[in-house]
């Protein structure tokens, strides 16, 4: 009786071969997700920092004396960007390996993997929100040119 | 002794609510503003400017219309039952993924050139 519950409580955590090449399949997106996240990321920051160069184009001045041609509002929105696709590829590449082991050699999911996966669904959900609703708030903002 | 499998599932579901809640609200959003923008092309006040607005609701419609796919099927991932269904999940990835790819070249690509320009221009 208790190597059939020991065989049940297998079957009940073991990923079959559907399972696998299904997760395997995640995986691998995950890598082309996190690579394009690091652009997402660099791109934000560098579109951020070409705001702040323009608005003191004579000269880089770091003093933060920005004359009038500097742009808060897209200044923000790239910024953000950038910093919550940094983190959210920092998480992504946090969790490829665990599922990778995972997937490949337990054969099942362990808590640790589902948590850096959470963490990864958390900031990806935080930088996908944070470029809506911002462009949101901008849009109704401005709303007068458009209508 | 380790949890079964479907209970250690349970958290990577309710992340996976709250993203797919964000795709699918997002994507509404920019569908509105593109219904928006195809009735201001209509308007008699814009007669000369109506191609412009067909243009804005273009492309208001395709990044949502792309978001919103993976936004469901995470959101169904999310759904309880007894199977795991990560077909959904691969499919969703997939999707999202294609999304990603083309934010990440677009800023990324953008972020480089725009830096770049300002960065020669400046006169030291």
Redesign the interface.
């Given at each position: 009786m208790d190597i059939l519950d020991l065989d049940i409580?297998n079957e009940?955590?073991d990923?079959n071969n559907k399972?696998v090449s299904?997760?395997n399949?995640?995986r691998h997106?995950?890598v082309?997700?996190a690579?394009?996240?690091?652009?997402?990321g660099?791109?934000?920051?560098?579109?951020a920092?070409?705001i702040l160069?323009?608005a003191n184009?004579?000269?880089?001045d770091w003093d933060m004396r920005f004359s009038e041609a500097f742009e808060l509002e897209p200044f923000i929105l790239?910024g953000g960007?950038?910093v919550l696709?940094s983190i959210a590829a920092v998480f992504c590449f946090r969790a490829i390996p665990l599922l990778r082991k995972s997937i490949s050699e337990l054969r099942?999911?362990?808590?640790q993997t589902?948590?850096a996966?959470?963490q990864f669904?958390?900031s990806?959900?935080a930088l996908?929100?944070f470029?809506?609703?911002y462009v949101?708030y901008l849009?109704v903002k401005h709303s007068s040119q458009?209508? | 002794m380790?949890?079964?499998?479907?209970e250690?599932?349970q958290?990577?579901r309710?992340?996976?609510i709250?993203?797919g809640l964000?795709?699918v609200?997002?994507s509404f959003?920019?569908l509105g503003?593109g219904t928006?923008?195809i009735y201001?092309s209509f308007?008699p006040k814009f007669e000369y400017e109506s191609e412009i607005?067909v243009f804005?609701a273009v492309l208001f419609f395709i990044p949502s219309l792309l978001?919103l796919l993976p936004g469901l099927l995470i959101l169904r991932f999310s759904r309880k039952g007894n199977n795991?269904n990560?077909?959904t999940?691969?499919t969703s990835?997939?999707t999202?993924?294609i999304c990603?790819?083309i934010?990440?070249?677009l800023?990324?690509?953008?972020?480089?050139i725009?830096?770049i320009?300002?960065?020669l221009?400046?006169?030291?």
């Open positions: 409580e009940e955590n990923l399972h299904e997760l399949v995640a997106t995950l082309v997700k690579i394009f996240l690091v652009l997402i660099l791109g934000g920051i560098l579109l920092a070409g160069v323009s184009r004579r000269s880089v790239f960007l950038g696709g099942t999911i362990n808590e589902t948590r996966i959470n669904h958390y990806l959900a996908f929100g470029g809506f609703f949101t849009i458009f209508l | 380790e949890k079964p499998l479907i250690r599932m958290p990577l309710d992340s996976a709250i993203l964000v795709l609200v997002g959003i920019g503003f928006w923008q201001a308007h607005h804005l978001l795991y990560f077909r999940l691969k990835y997939i999202l993924t990603i790819v934010g990440g070249a800023i990324g690509i953008g972020g480089f725009f830096f320009e300002e960065i221009r400046i006169r030291l």
